[in-house]
């Protein structure tokens, strides 16, 4: 299989991902802001890896993640129906906390206080 292919389904696969989610009945699923971070699926389309991550922290990643996994037989059978793939990869998700890191850099970015370019100009 070609890796053009390879990616085109995994963005696909992104895509439907983040649809379904929002169908996901689970409290500990809907009542979270979730992100997917990454997708990557195998070469030979068996399995696919979820990174997950959630604007509360790590440990609300991780609870969604339960939620995820006790609902993963809804979603990899609607993923299925929506892309018509022959075989719909067994998903398996993982908790990240890049959406909390990436936060708490831009809350140190911007207490720093660093002169704008038009205030240098003035002095």
Do not use: W
Not at 26 to 33: A, I, N
Not at 65 to 70: C, E, H, M, R, Y
Request: glycine share 4%; with cysteine; net charge negative.
């Amino acid at each position: 299989m070609p890796s053009h292919r390879i990616e085109r389904t995994t963005e696909d696969i992104r895509r439907e991902l983040t649809a379904i989610f929002r169908e996901v009945k689970d409290p500990r699923v809907s009542g979270t802001f979730l992100s997917i971070v990454r997708v990557e699926v195998t070469n030979d389309l068996s399995y696919c890896t979820v990174q997950v991550s959630a604007m509360e922290g790590i440990d609300r990643a991780k609870e969604a993640v339960k939620g995820l996994k006790s609902a993963g037989g809804f979603i990899r059978r609607e993923l299925g129906h929506r892309l018509r793939l022959r075989h719909v990869p067994e998903l398996i998700f993982n908790a990240t906390d890049s959406i909390e890191y990436s936060a708490n850099i831009s809350r140190i970015l911007s207490s720093l206080d660093i002169p704008s370019d038009e205030e240098e100009s003035d002095e």
